[in-house]
């Protein structure tokens, strides 16, 4: 089946940008997600790309799509406490309608 | 890793019956699941979050008396899908906390469709 991969954790300082890397094997991805998750809480939708887009940014965050290696990556600058989280890519087939989570990437900012 | 089961993954039913979705945490105790609805072609949207020993918390135009949530044990939470229509026809999706509130596992989800 179709599979989507992240990096387990990140760490970054207060202020720095944070990028958090996510790969798949969906050929007919249409849309990407980016979810956040703060302890006890459900998923948040933070941001999606259409899969024939190569970036998206809305505010602090950049979405990159590499299309042809089946990249994405999220970028949070300026990263704060607050954006301390779990964060997971999720890939929405075409073929299957469903959607496909990766692991999840936990982020610990410090001061 | 983790595991979370959920089954069935596909159920058709006629229009007016119940469907009960099960979702279970396979080596870990979930103290917290989760229950999303997809829509075709959208994202994910929470309707409840179910906690273990106590009621179900129901996200805003949620209906609680439609989708019934029981979370009995600490590795079983079931929704169940009652008076089912053609519109609650939809993918459904449950994901589990560990212990710790740390990490989500994801079920493979339950297509429904209501004829």
């Known amino acids: 089946g179709e599979d989507v991969e992240q990096s387990l954790f990140l760490s970054v300082r207060e202020g720095d940008s944070s990028v958090i890397n996510c790969t798949y094997t969906?050929?007919?991805?249409?849309?990407l997600y980016w979810y956040k998750q703060e302890p006890g809480a459900g998923l948040q939708l933070l941001t999606y790309?259409?899969?024939?887009?190569d970036m998206k940014q809305d505010q602090r965050l950049t979405v990159l799509l590499n299309k042809k290696d089946k990249h994405l990556s999220l970028r949070i600058a300026d990263t704060q406490t607050g954006d301390s989280a779990i964060y997971f890519c999720?890939?929405?087939?075409?073929?299957?309608?469903?959607?496909?989570f990766g692991t999840g990437t936990r982020l610990q900012v410090f001061p | 890793g983790a595991v979370v089961s959920q089954h069935p993954s596909r159920v058709i039913c006629k229009s007016g019956t119940s469907v009960k979705i099960e979702c279970r945490s396979l080596?870990?105790?979930?103290?917290?699941m989760f229950w999303y609805r997809q829509f075709p072609k959208q994202s994910l949207m929470l309707m409840a979050t179910?906690?273990?020993?106590?009621?179900?918390?129901?996200e805003q135009g949620v209906e609680k008396d439609k989708f019934l949530i029981n979370h009995a044990s600490l590795t079983l939470s079931t929704l169940t899908v009652t008076s089912a229509h053609p519109e609650d026809s939809s993918f459904y999706i449950c994901?589990?906390?560990?212990?710790?509130?740390?990490?989500?596992?994801f079920g493979q989800g339950t297509r429904l469709t209501v004829v």
């Open positions: 179910s906690n273990e020993g106590s009621k179900a918390t129901y």
């Open positions: 994901s589990a906390n560990g212990m710790v509130n740390t990490e989500a596992f």
């Open positions: 080596d870990f105790q979930a103290t917290t």
């Open positions: 999720a890939d929405l087939s075409y073929n299957t309608d469903k959607l496909i």
């Open positions: 969906d050929s007919s991805s249409t849309y």
């Open positions: 790309i259409f899969s024939n887009m």
